[in-house]
């Protein structure tokens, strides 16, 4: 017999950080951002309007009480995720400050934390 699973991995980036921060994610809005942009909102957030690839000083006036979190990143320092007002990606020297030649994303957390995932799917699936 042959069973095939598709797991959903909605809003896993958040997941990942209230897991790390602690935070209830049943209760807190949470979002993960990668410079202004939203790439993961968790249920709670949504229910505010907040919706992935919103800026996030949109997401703000939408669920004043928001927690955003700043991807992990390799080479420089980030400021503080407070829904400040970025220039787009496709700028490497954003108003933001950051060089983005030099400051790259990581998504090393979230690679871990998949892969804690597929060592307990591996695990009951023998």
């Not at 993961?40 to 949109?58: D, H, I």
């Amino acid at each position: 017999m042959r069973v095939i699973y598709h797991l959903d991995f909605d809003c896993f980036y958040c997941q990942v950080e209230q897991r790390r921060l602690g935070i209830d994610g049943s209760l807190q809005p949470l979002a993960v951002q990668q410079w202004d942009g939203l790439i993961a909102v968790n249920y709670p957030a949504r229910k505010f309007g907040v919706k992935r690839g919103m800026r996030a000083s949109e997401a703000k006036l939408c669920c004043p009480n928001l927690t955003l979190v700043h991807v992990e990143t390799v080479g420089g320092e980030v400021p503080a995720a407070d829904g400040g007002d970025a220039d787009d990606d496709d700028n490497d020297q954003a108003t933001d400050g950051i060089d983005r030649s030099l400051v790259k994303a990581s998504l090393r957390p979230y690679r871990s934390a998949s892969r804690e995932v597929f060592k307990v799917l591996a695990y009951h699936c023998q």
